[in-house]
Nanobody
Framework: QLQASGGGLVQAGDSLRLSCEAS????????MGWFRQAPGKEREFVAT????????YYADSVKGRFTISRDNSKNTVYLQMNSVKPEDTAVYYCAADWRPQYSRNYYNSDASKYDYWGQGTQVTVSS
């Protein structure tokens, strides 16, 4: 089970941090990712982080502004969002991909390969 939080209404240029706490299986067995879906658009990849936290990968649209991180001792993944823009407005979803047999450095941007999804948290950026 994944529980996302931290969304809200912010102004362009502000910062926001999303959190997603996992329960159930051993957290370090999961590759974690953040995705988002804006009204009338398809869900899109935002960021992913490997099990060891050594590797991260970002969508071009957020690179340099967003940072994904994880604290395996707290079973939590974070998305630090800086310099937000109105086009970042969306429902943000965290997702978990169960990969204990893969390299600890493996990461995944393919939504179809993720096993579990959080309920989503709304981020609205006003101009």
């Amino acid at each position: 089970q994944l529980q996302a939080s931290g969304g809200g209404l912010v102004q362009a240029g502000d910062s926001l941090r999303l959190s997603c706490e996992a329960s159930g299986r051993t957290f370090i067995g999961y590759v974690m990712g953040w995705f988002r879906q804006a009204p009338g658009k398809e869900r899109e990849f935002v960021a992913t982080i490997s099990r060891s936290a050594s590797n991260t990968y970002y969508a071009d649209s957020v690179k340099g502004r967003f940072t994904i991180s994880r604290d395996n001792s707290k079973n939590t993944v974070y998305l630090q969002m800086n310099s937000v823009k109105p086009e970042d407005t969306a429902v943000y979803y965290c997702a978990a991909d169960w990969r204990p047999q893969y390299s600890r450095n493996y990461y995944n941007s393919d939504a179809s390969k993720y096993d579990y999804w959080g309920q989503g948290t709304q981020v609205t950026v006003s101009s």
